[in-house]
């Protein structure tokens, strides 16, 4: 009788069934393994928003895709190291989000409403250093515009510059 020495199978080594992996490979193909993004507190007009912060080119390119729904007071600011013209698009993004494009002053340049599922790219109408994306007619309902300074995102960006999140 010969001894079989080769290493257990998968499953059997970890405890995982088949049917666990494919539910686990599932799982992570829809976006379910979201890695947690820090989020900060935003003052915009007289409303706090929970934002998550996007400032890694991984977490900008995935932005706010797959995800179903997004509280009322929450959203997505993204931070660019340098100014420069940037653009937005919905690929994979199920729900409907205006963005506002944000210079370096913390000044609204322009505000788009952006489509779901959409490959149309809305560009800032100028340098941007920061985009504030919500649900789509949030800024509206809040009287916040084009021209608008985001005071409070000041002190967010130099929270984040000393490491405080």
Do not use: C
Request: proline share 6%; hydrophobic share 45%.
């Amino acid at each position: 009788m010969t001894e079989d020495r080769r290493k257990p199978a998968l499953s059997t080594r970890y405890g995982w069934t088949p049917v666990g992996v494919a539910i686990l490979l599932l799982w992570l193909t829809v976006g379910g393994a979201r890695a947690e993004l820090p989020t900060q507190e935003l003052r915009v007009a007289d409303q706090t928003l929970t934002v998550e912060i996007a400032a890694t080119p991984q977490a900008m390119a995935r932005g706010l895709m797959h995800r179903e729904h997004m509280p009322e007071a929450h959203g997505m600011l993204f931070i660019w190291p340098g100014d420069q013209v940037v653009a937005m698009w919905m690929k994979n993004t199920l729900i409907p989000l205006s963005v506002a494009f944000i210079d370096r002053d913390f000044r609204i340049l322009n505000i788009a409403d952006m489509e779901p599922r959409s490959l149309r790219t809305h560009p800032s109408q100028g340098p941007a250093r920061y985009a504030l994306e919500v649900n789509q007619g949030w800024f509206d309902r809040h009287g916040v515009e084009a021209d608008t300074r985001i005071d409070d995102l000041e002190r967010l960006v130099t929270d984040l510059a000393g490491g405080r999140h």
